[in-house]
């Protein structure tokens, strides 16, 4: 008899193990994200057609658009070239009001407070050390030349 059939039940126990390793490791963890005290968790279901004029920058890389009046303080939707993204509009390291609303400036998104934040809009991420929450991200599910964008 050979080493594997010695051993088939370590194997079979390693390879369970290592399955339940990987899953539990490859699940990602988001309740900093979600558990964010200036927004709130607000429930929408938006769709998107690219074809149209107000949505048509959406079908070439590295261009984003405002969507208001859903979300925290609308939505901002991101070609990255990898994908489509969207985020909330809202600062999310400051409580809402009129200065946390996030600017596009190329794949930037910045508030015009007194303090100005910046967040790559490609990734979600501050731009500035310090800032402990990132952009508060939407899913998107495109198909064809619409975008669904929901929570």
Same mark, same amino acid.
């Given at each position: 008899m050979n080493f594997y059939t010695n051993n088939k039940r370590l194997y079979i126990k390693l390879v369970l193990i290592l399955g339940l390793v990987w899953s539990f490791s490859s699940c990602e963890d988001?309740? =900093? $994200? $979600?558990?964010?005290? @200036? =927004? =709130? @968790? =607000?429930?929408?279901?938006?769709?998107?057609?690219k074809s149209l004029p107000a949505y048509n920058q959406l079908n070439f890389p590295g261009n984003a658009i405002y969507y208001p009046g859903v979300a925290n303080k609308g939505l901002l939707v991101i070609n990255t070239g990898a994908g489509i993204l969207a985020f909330d509009a809202a600062d999310p390291?400051?409580?809402p009001r009129d200065c946390s609303l996030l600017q596009i400036n190329g794949l930037v998104g910045t508030s015009s407070c007194e303090?100005? @934040? /910046?967040? /790559?809009l490609v990734d979600g991420l501050p731009m500035e050390d310090g800032l402990q929450y990132p952009l508060y991200n939407y $899913?998107?599910?495109?198909?064809? @030349?619409?975008?669904r964008i929901f929570n």
């Amino acid at each position: 008899m050979n080493f594997y059939t010695n051993n088939k039940r370590l194997y079979i126990k390693l390879v369970l193990i290592l399955g339940l390793v990987w899953s539990f490791s490859s699940c990602e963890d988001d309740d =900093l $994200r $979600r558990d964010n005290p @200036n =927004l =709130l @968790n =607000l429930r929408f279901d938006v769709t998107l057609n690219k074809s149209l004029p107000a949505y048509n920058q959406l079908n070439f890389p590295g261009n984003a658009i405002y969507y208001p009046g859903v979300a925290n303080k609308g939505l901002l939707v991101i070609n990255t070239g990898a994908g489509i993204l969207a985020f909330d509009a809202a600062d999310p390291n400051i409580v809402p009001r009129d200065c946390s609303l996030l600017q596009i400036n190329g794949l930037v998104g910045t508030s015009s407070c007194e303090i100005p @934040n /910046s967040y /790559s809009l490609v990734d979600g991420l501050p731009m500035e050390d310090g800032l402990q929450y990132p952009l508060y991200n939407y $899913r998107v599910q495109e198909t064809g @030349n619409i975008i669904r964008i929901f929570n």
